[in-house]
């Protein structure tokens, strides 16, 4: 008997340690997985390229307006790109800007308050009109009018105080800011550039100085300047931005035709400059419209569409386990994101940092990334792209920790004082239970987050809920600063990121995306600096020192930098897959003959 | 006749005004700010940089623009007053008319709501006949069971399954998974054209139905049920008429008029399915550009299509109480002094 139990001990024993052993080593071998998971950047393969076929991409929603000026829309955005050229270009695989339409990166003047580009002399429209400063100059000038739809841009286009052709030379443009900044150079060197001849045949916009546009603008009321309201109207209207006749660019492509709510295409531009450098293989390039998540992996499955993007996790990982079996390959793209969990600091629940050390502390983050994004997510702590030399790698990994948990709040001074299994504390002479609410958009799979982070507070004394709001209702609260809590994510962009319109103390108030109320000066006056640095060493120290201050005030819990998630058939040949912008560009992928599928 | 038309459609005006005044006030005092949705800040993932900041001059603008600042009342005056005159206003998403913008998606919602109607009325009415005629018999049993289950299935629901199960080349595919036409549309001859678009509407179309066309069925066999019991009919019988007669002519006249009543309430219910279907479907018709519309708050699209489906619904009253009169004389308009 007593050997018996004596076994059986011995088994419990080895199956425990076996189990652990186990766990950890699955752990690690996960992790690396993820790594694996991830589409590499293949070389270019463009030996016996050939031009042809089209490219059918997956969209969710319609473009609203192809006119780059007045958009604002990211399917716009995306199609845009291949209609039309800026200045500069971030190059895809070493994110540094590069000349484009320009001949040489511009000379910037000592004091960083203007801009001078060289342009090159052979770029032509599509329509075979050769681009020149002017045509410049109008673009800058057309964002700036207020009464245009460009608010989105115009943001960008704050600073810059005037444009002017060098010495009346037409290739060469001059840009004044009105105070220096470190992204000057991306927001002038990406900005599309429209024909002046197309959209300003009367040359109107000539009439508009630069005082008078900064006027308008202080003051928007088109009554004043019935003029530039007139210019506006049609920059506004949906001939412009709709119609063949009046969205042409520089680009490797061009608009075919829009029918609405199905599809847009686009044809290859013959005539493109710049063909020694950016091909153009694919004869055409349509943008097929299909709003529902199901339909359209069955659309994909049928090959009805030759490209998809934004898959959920579980239909790419789960339903579609062969994609050979529809000749379709999948891509895993680690693109410059973060996911975190917001907590509002201007609540009192979340006002101490030792609070939210010890949320932090109480979330599995590497054991949701492996339940709902099968393991294809890479923890972070810290807001910037983890990829990105500006990374602080030197913070220390926060490890799941129930016990650290709960010692925090216990010296913060929650404590479960009544028994009821939840922890409270006298805050303001009341009594106060440790219970909030998250925030959520609707959307299932951060609902399937925030109940597992939900589960897992329950063991530290901590009651959570979840509200669902719909997008806008979201959207609302969350500038009003009316939630306690939620799941956030930002894009961000491969370039130096400028950290200030989320983190900076002035950001809090009206209308800024700090939405989590997130104050501390020293880190503003780092933010301040940020802005007007333009060493890298610089800029590294202080995005470091930055870091290290977000990181030990824990503002939010940092989750992971997700990785995104493509369809694409098997067909294509030079399919490179970059992280930033638009993962996959079709103007580069070309079939060979045998297996073209479209005339 | 006429004058009763005349009075009915007067009577409209203020049941009109009414719906207008609701919609007005539930859309503009709902949360949700479309100059926020101006800023393009629709996607899943906020971007990182000044791209979505909005200065105040900004938005106060574009407050100004769409005639936001006012007092409610004089929006609503506002609108009414353009409303009369034709114009519904623009997109406060891309600046092009409303009018414009529902014009040119109309034509396919409504094709397909009179596809539908047709197909429910004539698969339904004869199902409902034969199940009052053969009460209790095996057929009514199996085609009673089967109509419960398939007016229980939510249309959404049953689109997803029929993409996932009809469309796909891992199961079965017979149609296109979405969307009005093929990607190779252009270059399809004009039969092949016809086709390709009549594939596309097959399964809409039948999902669109289903749901009502169970429903008719049921009515049409209660009410058929009830006239049968009349002595009329039995003495039709009695006359030594046959079934086939009695039925048909004489019982069907008068179990038709329940059903007409549900005819005025089907055309604005369904397109308000459309609404669902057409998200799911991919098809660009009003019910799409709708949906679209609530999320984005753009308004003038919003009380445009609240206003065209209670439109629709009125004129269905009103056409049922026309046709009331044209199936029971027993339903008189005017009051005849004796």
């Given at each position: 008997m007593r050997k018996i139990n004596f076994l059986i001990v011995l088994a419990l024993l080895g199956a425990i340690t076996l189990t652990s052993c186990g766990r950890k080593k699955t752990e690690t071998v996960e992790n690396k997985n993820t790594i694996k998971l991830i589409t590499p950047l293949d070389p270019?393969?463009?030996?016996?390229a050939v031009n042809g076929d089209w490219v059918v991409k997956h969209e969710m929603a319609d473009a609203e307006k192809l006119m780059p000026t007045v958009t604002n829309d990211a399917t716009a955005a995306e199609i845009d790109d291949l209609i039309y050229d800026g200045l500069l270009i971030v190059n895809?695989?070493?994110y540094q800007i590069e000349p484009l339409i320009a001949k040489e990166l511009p000379v910037i003047s000592d004091d960083h308050m203007s801009y001078t580009f060289t342009l090159k002399e052979n770029v032509t429209f599509s329509d075979g009109t050769p681009l020149t400063g002017e045509d410049v100059i109008f673009t800058i000038k057309s964002i700036k009018?207020?009464?245009?739809?460009?608010q989105a841009l115009r943001n960008y286009f704050d600073d810059v105080k005037s444009a002017e052709l060098v010495d009346g030379n037409k290739y060469k443009v001059k840009i004044n800011m009105s105070k220096p900044y470190f992204k000057t150079i991306y927001t002038l060197g990406e900005t599309k550039i429209t024909p002046k001849k197309i959209l300003d045949p009367q040359n109107?916009?000539?009439?508009?100085t630069w005082e008078m546009i900064a006027e308008a603008a202080a003051n928007p009321d088109p009554k004043k300047y019935p003029d530039m309201g007139k210019f506006a109207d049609f920059m506004n209207s949906q001939d412009v931005a709709r119609t063949a006749k009046y969205v042409v660019?520089?680009?490797?492509y061009k608009f075919e035709s829009w029918k609405t709510g199905q599809s847009i295409t686009l044809t290859r531009n013959?005539?493109?400059?710049?063909k020694a450098n950016v091909?153009?293989?694919?004869n055409k390039v349509v943008y097929k419209v299909i709003q529902d998540q199901n339909a359209a992996i069955v659309a994909a499955k049928n090959k009805e569409v030759d490209y998809m993007f934004a898959i959920n996790p579980a239909d790419f990982?789960?339903?579609?386990?062969?994609p050979e079996q529809f000749n379709l390959k999948k891509a895993i793209v680690l693109e410059p994101t973060y996911v975190f969990i917001a907590?509002?600091?201007?609540?009192p629940l979340f006002k101490d940092k030792k609070v939210r050390w010890a949320l932090t502390y109480a979330i599995n983050r590497q054991d949701i990334i492996d339940k709902i994004l099968f393991s294809a997510a890479v923890p972070i702590?810290?807001?910037?792209?983890?990829?990105?030399?500006?990374?602080?790698?030197?913070?220390p990994h926060i490890d799941y920790n129930l016990e650290k948990s709960k010692q925090l709040l216990d010296e913060a001074g929650?404590?479960?004082?009544?028994?009821?299994?939840i922890r409270d504390k006298i805050v303001d002479g009341k009594k106060m239970d440790f219970k909030f609410t998250f925030m959520n958009n609707n959307n299932p799979k951060r609902k399937k987050v925030m109940l597992i982070v939900i589960e897992g507070l329950k063991q530290i004394g901590i009651q959570a809920d979840l509200q669902e709001y719909e997008w806008s209702v979201f959207l609302d609260k969350q500038k009003k600063h009316e939630y306690d809590a939620g799941y956030g994510a930002w894009q961000l962009s491969?370039?130096?990121?400028?950290?200030y319109q989320i983190?900076?103390?002035?950001?809090?108030?009206?209308?800024?995306?700090n939405y989590i109320s997130y104050k501390n000066p020293e880190a503003d006056k780092i933010l301040e600096e940020n802005r007007i640095t333009f060493d890298e060493t610089k800029r590294k120290e202080l995005l470091d020192k930055w870091q290290q201050i977000i990181y030990d005030d824990q503002p939010v819990t940092f989750m992971w930098t997700e990785t995104s998630r493509y369809f694409y058939s098997?067909?294509?040949?030079?399919t490179r897959w970059y992280a930033?912008?638009?993962?996959?560009?079709?103007?580069?992928w070309w079939t060979p003959t045998a297996k073209q599928r479209y005339q | 006749m006429t004058q009763y038309v005349i009075k009915r459609i007067l009577l409209f005006i203020p049941t009109l005004i009414i719906i207008t005044i609701i919609t007005f006030c539930v859309c503009r005092l709902a949360p949700g700010d479309p100059t926020e949705m101006k800023m393009g800040n629709t996607g899943e993932t906020q971007k990182s940089?000044?791209?979505?900041q909005i200065n105040e001059t900004t938005k106060k603008y574009y407050r100004q623009k769409f005639g936001l600042d006012k007092p409610l009342y004089q929006q609503y005056f506002i609108w009414m007053g353009n409303m009369l005159q034709g114009d519904f206003g623009n997109?406060?998403?891309?600046?092009?008319?409303v009018i414009e913008k529902i014009v040119e998606r109309i034509p396919i919602t409504l094709g397909m709501n009179i596809v539908s109607f047709f197909l429910i009325y004539l698969i339904a009415v004869p199902i409902g006949i034969y199940s009052a005629t053969k009460q209790y018999s095996l057929g009514d049993r199996v085609t009673t069971i089967l109509m419960f289950i398939l007016y229980s299935l939510p249309n959404f629901w049953l689109g997803t399954l029929a993409i996932v199960f009809l469309c796909n080349v891992e199961y079965i595919?017979?149609?296109?998974?979405?969307?009005?036409?093929?990607?190779n549309y252009d270059q399809l001859s004009g039969i092949a054209k016809l086709w390709d678009v009549a594939m596309h509407f097959v399964l809409p179309i039948i999902v669109l139905s289903i749901g009502s066309f169970a429903f008719i069925s049921r009515q049409m066999r209660s009410s058929m049920l009830e006239v049968i019991r009349q002595d009329y009919i039995r003495t039709a019988r009695a006359k030594g008429l046959s079934e086939r007669k009695v039925i048909l002519k004489h019982a069907l006249r008068n179990s038709l008029i329940p059903i007409l009543t549900l005819l005025g309430g089907l055309l604005p219910a369904m397109v308000g399915g459309s609404f669902i279907i057409e998200t799911i479907f991919s098809i660009p018709g009003v019910g799409q550009l709708a949906t679209q519309a609530i999320f984005d708050r753009d308004y003038p699209i919003i009380m445009a299509e609240l206003f065209l489906v209670s439109f629709l619904t009125v004129i269905g009253i009103l056409l049922v109480d026309i046709l009331y009169s044209i199936v029971d004389p027993?339903?008189?308009f005017n009051q005849k002094s004796a």
């Open positions: 270019p393969d463009t030996k016996d895809r695989e070493t009018i207020p009464f245009v739809d460009a109107v916009t000539d009439k508009f660019g520089t680009g490797p013959e005539n493109y400059w710049n091909p153009n293989y694919p990982y789960q339903n579609v386990t062969n907590w509002n600091n201007a609540k702590e810290s807001p910037v792209f983890y990829k990105s030399k500006y990374v602080n790698d030197k913070l929650w404590k479960d004082s009544d028994g009821d299994g491969v370039t130096p990121e400028d950290p983190w900076h103390s002035s950001q809090a108030e009206g209308e800024g995306s098997d067909r294509f040949r030079n930033y912008p638009a993962s996959g560009l079709v103007n580069e | 940089d000044a791209k979505n997109s406060f998403k891309d600046n092009r008319p595919k017979i149609f296109p998974t979405s969307g009005m036409t093929s990607n027993r339903i008189a």
